[in-house]
């Protein structure tokens, strides 16, 4: 009973607050929408750039990877674009990181204490 009235009275509490946090959270993620991070694969053979809101900015090839994917094989080509898939997904994996590390600091500095691990899975 007693944790009960506990969490109505920290939500009754996030509630009173929740106008500076929303403005919390919009700042955030202004500046995650600035934030870059990279990604890569191959040994750095391609490499991804992603902003922190989950777009991606750039990728970037080794003229290896040219070269596999105009005058290779299939299977050249084939390898060539995984190594392109694989670098973008580690610079989102890297992007949904860094937003749940920037938005998890957002709330502990504005005394909400999260569950662990809730961010990364909404990401």
């Known amino acids: 009973m007693f944790d009960k009235l506990k969490a109505a009275t920290q939500m009754a509490g ?41 777009r991606i900015d750039t990728v970037t090839l080794d003229p290896s990877v040219f070269r596999g994917l105009a005058n290779g094989s299939s299977a050249d080509q084939s390898y060539a674009n995984r190594l392109i898939a694989e670098a973008v997904n580690d610079a989102l994996a890297r992007a949904r990181a860094r937003m749940a590390e920037e938005l998890g600091r957002a709330a502990t500095d504005s005394g909400i204490d999260l569950p662990a691990g809730l961010l990364e899975r909404l990401g």
Do not use: H, N, Y
């Open 14 to 54: 996030m509630l009173k607050d929740l106008p500076k946090l929303q403005a919390k959270i919009e700042e955030v993620r202004a500046r995650l929408a600035t934030t870059r991070v990279e990604g890569s694969s191959g040994g750095g053979a391609v490499k991804a750039v992603a902003f922190c809101d989950i």
